[in-house]
């Protein structure tokens, strides 16, 4: 027993290494050295929070109205440069450049090129009013000073990151310079590739290093980051874990299904799949261990839920607010459509348990609490919704009252009243016993009690709803979001443990504050060592987004995609998904997603627009960022599954294998909400997003029962093909619809304006269109626009920006000769030029709907009986092998 004990001490410690190496640096020097990177970190996360804060602005007008000249408002350029800054410097202390380098001191040449390479990322800011005056002409000073700050960023990128990053963006580099001498005639042939273009665009303007990606870490991710460090310190991460355990812990399967919702949780304050394994894997696997799942299994529930925490709204990892500025769209509204395919996602994961737990015959740890009939848990958990919901119009109500009596002093009676709050719940926290870290190596007999264990840790609720309330109510900038967030869990680490203390008459207050202070400043270092990889992945990827703006990589690429997938798009979906699992053996989340994105995203638009499937932006971005994180658990690099393999004692590649197979399902999504939007919520009213979501889980757990070959006992194999056609309906029901009620009419091209004149507003109108595109070449494209409001059909043509001529010619067109109607006018920004129409294009057909067509919702009846009917057959055999 002693043995095993220290082994298993031995492979936490290998554990704890590996998320150190991987985020935040394996060095751990002593001295002096040790304090200059621990304060380095905390003047970063100061200089964050700052910078996130509306201080400044506050602060400006008091100097402004003093009559002082000083500028303290640091604008989006300057605090690019000093978050990059930090990240260079901190990346060459805490980083080795080898293993074999030293990890307890700094060499010297480290030290240098940490400092350079920190003055050199400032140097934006230092030369500012030069660099402006000679703007788009970098001299040779500029251009030696982007050629150093580039090795070094590159080299600070293979410590922190590995070396495939660093190859992608050399390449990038490589063909940035020597794709000017290609012949004129070769598909990737460019003019854009002297040194001077090369440097202006990566060093000294905002298109390449210090670009969208490096602002989205400055601007978003480093307060979530840090918000994530400073709740995990506080103590959320274990509470979040006990309370899953002690809810879900008693079910068939239990610890497995309590360790699903233990890492969706901890995926809201940890956006590293490998930190959430360890977090939560030390703890969860050896208890699936214990009610029977094998090493490989419990290893790879951890994982694929430990990486779907990436997926998991509001936070989503670094990805997501790269997203919002590529598709300009309001953070909320992004939550808003990736909420469905990740529930569906983790649904789906607490079936597979669930059916393991089946197969296998396993059953839950024994519980402390009385069980309660089902009938009073489902009323107990309506009856929390209803009481949250009204709270929700309540508080809605109250601050929209108190903007409008009070607007000057609303913001300090919010404040009051959250301290008020805090201290409420603090005392009813009081009454029950803290939560204790538990020894992953002493075996847990019974589970924790619920009540007192959610009631142990309610405050930490309280900066979340913040979170989340400014974000999806407020509709603040995330950023700022953030920032209040983490004011809250400030509040929170330095005084929760002298209220607890007064509450319970403990005592020993200035130990209790000086605790929490220490807890405070380790989560400032903890947030700003943990953002190091994450900012310089972003410059670093700002390189190749750099490159393919200089060079139009993208459109080129565009041509050499359509022609591998033959202008399929599923086809070409395949390959994109192939493509992001291949970098993602090499590349962080973050980095993948704006490679594959910046380089794929408008080809899938533009081969769907050409194929008829109208793609919106969104659907494509998370299509990308889906695969992106699939490479955390894809064998053989999947560095999820080896640490989760370190926990379980089990084979790694095994592990991944069988994780990858669990998260299938997170696989098959991304590929149905390109098909199908209303997964994504788009454009659907509140019923018809009640009725997708629960068709949706149904369609997932019976594509689950079907790959994990059981539903209520045992599939026969025609049982599986049963449950794969049933979640195809359900998933994809207009596909089957069409055939039975056609959804879409086509009318010839002159006919387009009577159309347009009886058609109800709103209603899609799809036209099939010919023309040349930007770089010569002829395409065909569809392209959908919505029938304006309007008294004739030229005057709603003309509100969707098109002018018609009809040139009283005849084309053919799927052998049929049709009269040539070509597009006149396109007015600048409106509907029709955005859907991609053009002057002298011609329109080849047009689409409308039929009236009195079936919805496709109807589908789902059909299914929904075949599906009852499978269940019965098989509850009915499975009574019979029971008797």
């Known amino acids: 027993m002693t043995s095993v004990t220290k082994q298993n001490t031995v492979d936490l410690d290998d554990l704890q290494d590996m998320v150190a190496s991987n985020d935040s640096g394996g060095r751990n020097p002593y001295g002096i050295s040790k304090y200059i990177i621990i304060w380095t970190a905390i003047a970063w996360s100061l200089f964050q929070i700052y910078y996130a804060s509306p201080f400044p602005f506050w602060l400006q007008e008091a100097i402004k109205s003093l009559g002082w000249g000083i500028n303290v408002v640091v604008d989006d350029t300057k605090a690019r440069s000093i978050h990059l800054a930090f990240a260079i410097f901190l990346a060459y202390l805490s980083y080795p450049a080898f293993k074999r380098s030293p990890k307890q001191h700094i060499p010297v040449i480290d030290w240098i090129f940490a400092v350079v390479g920190a003055v050199l990322c ?30 070094l960023l590159l080299e600070g990128t293979r410590r922190s990151l590995g070396l495939p990053l660093v190859v992608i963006a050399i390449v990038f580099l490589l063909y940035n310079y020597y794709g000017q001498f290609f012949p004129s005639n070769w598909l990737v042939s460019h003019r854009t590739g002297t040194l001077s273009h090369i440097i202006n665009q990566q060093w000294v303007t905002t298109e390449g290093v210090f670009g969208v990606a490096l602002g989205v870490s400055t601007k978003y991710v480093f307060l979530f980051v840090l918000f994530g460090a400073l709740l995990d310190k506080a103590g959320a991460g274990n509470y979040f874990i006990k309370t899953a355990f002690a809810y879900l812990g008693h079910l068939r399967g239990g610890p497995a299904k309590a360790a699903v919702v233990a890492s969706g949780l901890t995926g809201l304050i940890s956006g590293s799949s490998i930190a959430n394994v360890v977090t939560t894997g030390t703890f969860t696997i050896p208890m699936m261990k214990r009610v029977g799942f094998s090493a490989e299994k419990a290893g790879a529930v951890e994982v694929a839920s430990s990486v779907n925490g990436q997926i998991m709204p509001p936070v989503m990892g670094a990805a997501a607010f790269l997203m919002i500025e590529y598709i300009n769209m309001p953070y909320n509204e992004l939550i808003t459509h990736a909420f469905l395919p990740a ?45 949250i919901c ?24 919010v404040c009051v009243l959250l301290a008020i709050i805090y201290v409420l719940l603090l005392y009813r926290v009081s009454t029950f016993p803290d939560l204790e870290v538990d020894d992953p190596n002493q075996e847990v007999v019974v589970l924790p009690k619920a009540k007192p264990t959610v009631n142990a ?67 400032l270092e903890t947030g700003a060592r943990n953002m190091i990889g994450i900012g310089i992945a972003t410059a670093t990827a700002g390189i190749i987004v750099g490159v393919v703006a200089l060079t139009g990589f993208g459109v080129q690429l565009s041509s050499i995609i359509e022609l591998f997938s033959m202008g399929n798009i599923l086809l070409m979906l395949i390959l994109v998904a192939m493509f992001s699992l291949i970098l993602g053996m090499g590349l962080p989340t973050t980095a993948n997603y704006i490679v594959v994105s910046s380089l794929m995203a408008g080809v899938i638009v533009e081969v769907g627009r050409q194929n008829g499937l109208i793609v919106p932006l969104i659907a494509v971005h998370l299509f990308v960022f889906y695969f992106g ?69 149904i369609a997932m757990f019976s594509f689950t029962a079907a790959t994990m070959g059981w539903f209520m006992t045992k599939n026969k194999w025609w049982e599986t093909i049963v ?161």
């Not at 809605?396 to 009676?413: E, M, Q, S």
């Open 723 to 883: 449950l794969l056609l049933v979640a195809f309906m359900l998933f994809r029901p207009g596909f089957f619809m069409e055939y039975v009620s056609p959804s879409q009419r086509h009318i010839q091209p002159d006919h387009l304006v009577e159309q347009v004149a009886h058609s109800p507003v709103g209603e899609p109108v799809m036209l099939k269109v010919s023309g040349i595109n930007p770089y010569g070449k002829p395409i065909e494209f569809y392209a959908e626009l919505k029938v304006p409001a309007g008294e004739t059909g030229e005057e709603r043509l003309q509100k969707m920006g098109l002018t018609l001529l009809a040139t009283g010619e005849k084309i053919e067109v799927d052998g049929e000769q049709i009269n040539k109607i070509i597009i006149d006018n396109v007015e600048i920004d409106s509907p029709a030029a955005k859907a991609n129409l053009n002057w002298d294009q011609v329109i080849l057909d047009v689409s409308v709907p039929v009236k009195g067509a079936l919805n496709k919702e109807w589908m789902f009846i059909p299914a929904l009986i075949i599906l009852g009917g499978l269940a019965w057959n098989q509850r009915r055999r499975k009574a019979k092998e029971e008797k």
């Open 343 to 387: 529930v569906i996602s983790y649904i789906a994961l607490v079936y597979i348990v669930h059916l393991e737990a089946c197969k296998l015959n396993l059953q839950g740890l024994p519980r402390q609490d009385v069980a309660r009939p089902w009938v009073v848990t489902v009323l107990r958990t309506l009856s929390t919704f209803i009481i």
């Open 390 to 413: 009204l709270l929700y119009f309540a508080v809605d109500f109250g601050l929209g009252w108190l903007k409008v009596v009070t607007p000057d002093f609303a913001f300090t009676i």
């Open 122 to 151: 400032l140097y934006p800011i230092i030369f500012y009013n030069e660099l402006v005056t000679r703007f788009g002409a970098p001299n040779t000073q500029d251009i030696i000073v982007g050629i150093i700050g580039i090795l």
């Open 457 to 523: 840790g309610l405050h930490f609720l309280l900066p979340v709803v913040i979170l989340i309330w400014c974000l999806m109510v407020e509709r603040l900038s995330p950023g700022l979001s953030a920032f209040w967030g983490t004011i809250a869990l400030t509040v929170i680490l330095l005084t929760q443990r002298p209220l607890l203390a007064y509450f319970r008459k403990q005592g020993g207050y200035a130990e209790h504050l000086k605790q929490g202070l220490q807890e405070l400043i380790n989560g």
């Open 629 to 697: 994180i699939m490479a955390d658990v894809t064998p053989p690099v999947g560095l999820a599954s080896f640490a989760a393999a370190a926990v379980s004692g089990g084979n790694p590649i095994k592990t991944g294998m069988v994780a990858f197979f669990y998260s299938m399902r997170t696989a098959l999504l991304p590929f149905l909400f390109i098909f199908n939007t209303d997964l994504l919520l788009l454009n659907v009213d509140f019923f018809h997003a009640v009725l997708i979501f629960f068709v949706a889980v």
